[in-house]
């Protein structure tokens, strides 16, 4: 009996001991999941992931833990345990939403589409109010095209949330795709009956009866909305396709001149209409001024904006019509919608190409009230003044059209800005600023070749980095190697540098290149050519460049002394 009740003793004491094991392994997990998880917050990731590793070793049934490596291990592209830990995870805490939907999230991603089906429907077997799960379980079905579990499923949704247009629509779709169209019938037969006060549903089932060879039963239809709505402007469009379908030409054309002279037709309907005639006269291969005739009779309505002007433009431009009867449209529509930039646009195209600079100012100014972040309007009076030699308001116009530019400013107009107002500060002899100008023009457009020959002309006779030049110079050629200008520079950048051999190969190119060379060309080419040997061909080339300039005074004293004498 004694030894019975010592074996009795030994036992309990096992039973105590594993029981404080248990609990002491139980709180060393806790400590190292949370620590894991103070640490992940900390963005200490690396502590964090060895932390739920030896927490996992603690605990292998912890459902949590796995959730957590499982994200670990997608970011480090281990697929494999990546995949197991977020199997885990939902085995484990069946009941857990989020790990069931991170499952099924997974799934997807690795597109494994059967298995995201079968985790998502478990989801949805525990909460049958989530249409959520629901419409994800429909496009999983989509991408097998399984109509019939699509149609399934949508019913289910239709059981949870009751009828909706948007439900019969997609059931519709299906439908059609599968070629059962009483199935569609019946649908939107359905649509009617459930809104009997609704005339859009009865358009709709026209529509589609209309689309599918049955004209008399849509026009069934539209005859019962239209005793009821006379001025159903939708109902009214239809019964327009239904004349042109049975070619009832007159009836047609007279129903259609109807609706877009009608103040019950919104802008949109009277617009798309209007694109439609145009469709289908190109198409015919019918006269134009039918078109514009109708355009004209609704332009003569007031005009809510200025789309249909641009119609009538966009389509006179289409037949080539002349620029004089096209460019009062876009003045027109400019009048109704003043911060219609497109009508500006076009209208400024016409003026640049008849070179009408006045009008061109006085188009831009406004625009800059109306759109005064578009470049744009800047960059074509910023020019307009400069083709007019009105340099100081174009270096105003382009400082305010920079004065616009943002991260998403097209790179080469910005570039074409700092460009020309490198060139007009270097006119005013503000040397410095034009540089600033030109350095910010290659920020946005390295290969800017009339900067790079620009600002390297500039640095040479400005006593400048030469270095620098010949580098943007050399760009500027190999950019443009036929490009006399460019060649020219590059000859007198070497020709500076006292390389005069280098500088009389790239001047014969430069003047093999133009049949008309400027006197400051002529001038380099003769001075180039004095300092390489050849005192002829520098008589000849100086004497050139007299004849375009007989004031150079120091031109006359090279050609008197047959030398080059310097500036």
Known sequence: MKRLLLLSAAILLAIVGKAQSDESADLRYRYFFLEAVCQQQKGNYAAAFDLLRYARDLRPDAAEVYFQLSGYYTDLKNDSIARMCFMKAAQLAPGNDTYQERLGQYYITQREYDKAIDTYEQLYS?????????????RLYGTQNNYAKMIETLERVETTEGASEQLTLAKMQIYEQQGEKEKVVAELNSLVEHHPGDAAYRVMLANWLLQNDRPSKALEQLQAVLADEPDHVAARVTLLDYYRRCNLDSKADGLLRELLLSDKVDQDTRLALMRQVIADNEKNGSDSTVVLRLIDEVLQKPQPNA????????????????????????????????????????????????????????????????NPDDMLFYYYQGFAHYQREEYDEALETFRKGVGQINSESNPDMVADFYSVMGDLLHRKNLDSEAYAAYDSCLQWKPDHLPTLNNYAYYLSIGNGDLDKAERMSMKAVKGDPTNSTFLDTLAWILFLRQRYDEAKAYMERAISNSDDLSEVVLEHAGDIFAKSGDMEQAMFYWQKALEKDGSNKQLKKKIKLKQYVEN
């Open 126 to 138: 525990h909460h049958r109010d989530r249409t959520d799960v629901l419409q994800l379980l429909y």
């Open 307 to 370: 789309d249909m002007l641009m119609i009538k433009a966009a389509y006179e431009e289409l037949k080539k019509m002349p620029a004089d009867s096209i460019k009062p449209i876009y003045a027109r529509a400019i009048e109704v919608e003043p911060d219609n930039a497109n009508a500006r646009y076009n209208l400024l195209q016409y003026l640049w190409r008849e070179q009408d600079f006045a009008k061109v100012i006085e188009l831009c100014r406004p625009a800059q009230q109306y």
